[in-house]
């Protein structure tokens, strides 16, 4: 096995473990707090309907790479990139490098063109509270996915408005998603696989484009992950 994809396996699997422990922390009489709504200082929403928001990077810690908004949840986060000597470290970590319960959803550190990798995966806890990405989980039905058909990803340089085209949930245990390609024809074979057996199919991958995949732990079996796979939007 690659160490990449090993350091990948790791970061999952930490996933439900650190879960477990903020819920821990919460009964604990709730000594940590959630940082992430300190950054939402730094967004200002916008005045009329269908105009994006506007962001002041410069406010945010320098680790931030990105900004994750589901219009309809909870999600309305910062996003880091995961470090390779590290690829946990956001697990346990908030934007400013201090601990957290809670972590920071971040771009895997597999992913080698961090947001312009053919596939971008943005991990994020399922947290006890409803907070960070636990609502990803609904995107297993159909009427909760085609409810929440917008995820737009905010950058320094563009505002990508994605959606949801394919919603798989597997067991980590057997498999977890693939985040390096030779070329773009094993990207589509993945992702036509995916789409196979994926629970909920809106409209499928489309080829030659550049897909994200939104992950989360799920509860379907001890180890089990919701991956929504999405991609920009047709204008």
Same mark, same amino acid.
């Given at each position: 096995?690659?160490?990449?994809?090993?350091?990948?396996?790791?970061?999952?699997?930490?996933?439900?473990?650190?879960?477990?422990?903020?819920?821990?922390?919460?009964?604990?009489?709730?000594?940590?707090?959630?940082?992430?709504?300190? $950054?939402?200082?730094?967004?200002?929403?916008?005045?009329?309907?269908?105009?994006?928001?506007?962001?002041?990077?410069?406010? =945010?810690?320098?680790?931030?790479?990105?900004?994750?908004?589901?219009?309809?949840?909870?999600?309305?986060?910062?996003?880091?990139?995961?470090?390779?000597?590290?690829?946990?470290?956001? +697990?346990?970590?908030?934007?400013?490098?201090?601990?957290?319960?809670?972590?920071?959803?971040?771009?895997?550190?597999?992913?080698?063109?961090?947001?312009?990798?053919?596939?971008?995966?943005?991990?994020?806890?399922?947290?006890?509270?409803?907070?960070?990405?636990?609502?990803?989980?609904?995107?297993?039905?159909?009427?909760?996915?085609?409810?929440?058909?917008?995820?737009?990803? $905010?950058?320094?340089?563009?505002? =990508?408005? +994605?959606?949801?085209?394919?919603?798989?949930?597997?067991?980590?245990?057997?498999?977890?998603?693939? =985040?390096?390609?030779?070329?773009?024809?094993?990207?589509?074979?993945?992702?036509?696989?995916?789409?196979?057996?994926?629970?909920?199919?809106?409209?499928? $991958?489309?080829?030659?484009?550049?897909?994200?995949?939104?992950?989360?732990?799920?509860?379907?079996?001890?180890?089990?992950?919701?991956?929504?796979?999405?991609?920009?939007?047709?204008?």
């Amino acid at each position: 096995m690659k160490n990449g994809t090993r350091k990948v396996l790791v970061a999952l699997s930490c996933l439900a473990i650190v879960a477990g422990v903020a819920m821990f922390v919460l009964g604990q009489g709730g000594v940590e707090q959630n940082p992430s709504p300190t $950054y939402q200082r730094a967004i200002t929403d916008p005045d009329e309907e269908g105009q994006d928001r506007v962001i002041d990077w410069g406010s =945010l810690p320098d680790s931030v790479i990105a900004w994750v908004y589901v219009p309809g949840t909870t999600i309305d986060y910062p996003v880091v990139r995961g470090f390779t000597e590290d690829p946990g470290f956001y +697990l346990f970590h908030d934007a400013e490098g201090r601990y957290s319960a809670w972590g920071t959803p971040y771009v895997a550190n597999g992913c080698e063109e961090g947001l312009e990798s053919p596939l971008v995966m943005i991990y994020g806890h399922h947290m006890s509270d409803g907070t960070m990405f636990a609502p990803l989980a609904g995107y297993s039905s159909r009427p909760f996915a085609e409810e929440h058909a917008e995820i737009i990803l $905010y950058t320094p340089e563009q505002t =990508l408005h +994605l959606e949801p085209v394919l919603v798989n949930v597997i067991n980590a245990n057997k498999k977890n998603v693939r =985040l390096s390609f030779g070329d773009q024809g094993e990207l589509e074979e993945y992702m036509a696989a995916e789409e196979a057996e994926s629970e909920v199919v809106l409209d499928g $991958y489309r080829s030659g484009r550049q897909v994200f995949a939104f992950v989360t732990c799920s509860y379907e079996t001890s180890n089990s992950r919701t991956v929504v796979y999405a991609m920009e939007a047709e204008s």
